[in-house]
C-alpha cells in the first residue's frame, strides 16, 4: 500500500530532481559544445591540409642520352635522389601549413628543392660525361612548380608554375641539411648581423692549370652568393616566423654553396686526385 509524502519530502523531491535535471541538462549542453568544437576543429585541418596541394617537377630520365654501363648505377642513384627530394618537399608542404608568409613556399620550399636538384642532375651530367658526350641544360629541368589546392600556407595564392621557374635562388633549404647553422637567427632577423661561410680557397689542394679558370669562377660564385644572402638578410628584417633566416636564407645558401664546391671539386678531379670533404664547408653561420 502507498503511502503519500508528506507536503515538504515533495517539494525537496521537486527540488532534488529538478536540480539533477539541471545537471543533466547542462552536461548535454557542455558535451554538444565540445562536439561541436571538435567538429569545427577536425573540418578546419581536413580543409588547412587539403589546401597545400603538391609538388610537380619535370621529369630527368626521359630527357637523359643513352646512359654508358659505366656511369648507370651512379646515375640511377641520382634519379632515385630526384624523387625522395620530391617526397620530402612534399612532406614539409604538408608539415609547414600555416607557418611563415605569402612567400613562404617559394622560400622555404620550392627554392631550396631546385637547389638540391641543380646539384643533382649535374652530378648525372657528370658521371655520363667521364666516358660520352656530357648532357647539357639539365639545369633547366630543377625548377619544380606548386600545384596548389587552395591558398599557400601563408595564406596568400600559392605561386603559379610561371613565377616558380623563375624564382628558383630565392630559396630556403630544408632546415634538416642546416648543419651547424643550428639556431642561429632563430629569433628572426630583427638584428640583422651578418653571415659567415668557412674559407674554401684555403681548403683546395694544387689546382692544375688545366682546372684553374674554372676553379676560380667558382670561387668568385661562392662570394656572391655570401653577398646576396647579406643582401637578402637585410631585405627581409621583420618578415617571416622565429625560423625565418635559417629556412629562407642560411638553408638555401647552404644548397648552394654544396653546388659550388662540387663543381670545384670535379673540375680538379679531372686532371688530378679530386679533393673531398668539400661538402663539409657549405654551411654557414649568422654572426648576430
Known amino acids: 500500500m ?4 508528506p507536503k515538504y519530502n515533495k517539494r525537496r523531491v521537486a527540488v532534488i530532481g529538478g536540480a539533477a535535471a539541471l545537471a543533466l541538462t547542462g552536461a548535454v549542453v557542455v558535451n554538444s559544445a565540445l562536439a561541436g568544437e571538435t567538429s569545427k576543429s577536425s573540418g578546419t585541418n581536413a580543409r588547412t591540409l587539403a589546401s597545400p596541394g603538391t609538388i610537380s617537377c619535370p621529369d630527368v630520365a626521359s630527357r637523359l642520352p643513352a646512359v654508358p654501363a659505366s656511369a648507370k648505377a ?5 634519379l632515385a635522389l630526384l624523387n625522395t627530394q620530391i617526397a620530402e618537399a612534399n612532406k614539409r608542404l604538408v608539415d609547414t601549413v600555416g607557418q611563415g608568409g605569402p612567400n613562404f613556399v617559394q622560400n622555404a620550399i620550392l627554392g631550396p628543392l631546385k637547389d638540391k636538384r641543380v646539384a643533382t642532375v649535374n652530378r648525372i651530367a657528370t ?4 666516358t660520352a658526350a656530357k648532357p647539357q641544360g639539365l639545369d633547366a629541368l630543377a625548377p619544380c612548380a606548386l600545384n596548389a589546392g587552395g591558398a599557400d600556407a601563408g595564406g596568400a595564392a600559392a605561386p603559379s608554375a610561371t613565377a616558380t621557374q623563375g624564382a628558383g635562388n630565392n ?3 630544408n632546415a634538416g641539411n642546416n648543419g651547424n647553422a643550428g639556431g642561429n637567427g632563430n629569433t628572426g632577423n630583427a638584428g640583422v648581423g651578418t653571415i659567415s661561410c668557412p674559407d674554401v680557397a684555403s681548403r683546395l689542394p694544387a689546382v692544375p692549370a688545366s682546372a684553374k679558370a674554372e676553379v676560380d669562377r ?3 660564385l661562392l662570394n656572391t652568393q655570401i653577398a646576396e644572402a647579406n643582401k637578402r638578410l637585410v631585405d ?3 618578415q617571416g616566423g622565429p625560423n625565418f633566416v635559417q629556412n629562407a636564407i642560411l638553408g638555401p645558401l647552404k644548397d648552394k654553396r654544396v ?7 670535379t673540375a680538379i678531379g679531372r686532371t688530378a686526385a679530386k679533393p673531398q670533404g668539400l661538402d663539409a ?3 654557414c653561420t649568422l654572426n648576430k
Open 281 to 283: 664547408l657549405a654551411a
Open 218 to 220: 667558382n670561387l668568385a
Open 259 to 265: 653546388a659550388t664546391v662540387n663543381r670545384i671539386a
Open 171 to 173: 630559396g630556403n633549404g
Open 127 to 130: 658521371a655520363i660525361g667521364r
Open 2 to 5: 502507498s503511502r503519500a509524502l
Open 236 to 238: 627581409t628584417v621583420g
Open 74 to 78: 651512379e646515375v640511377d642513384r641520382n
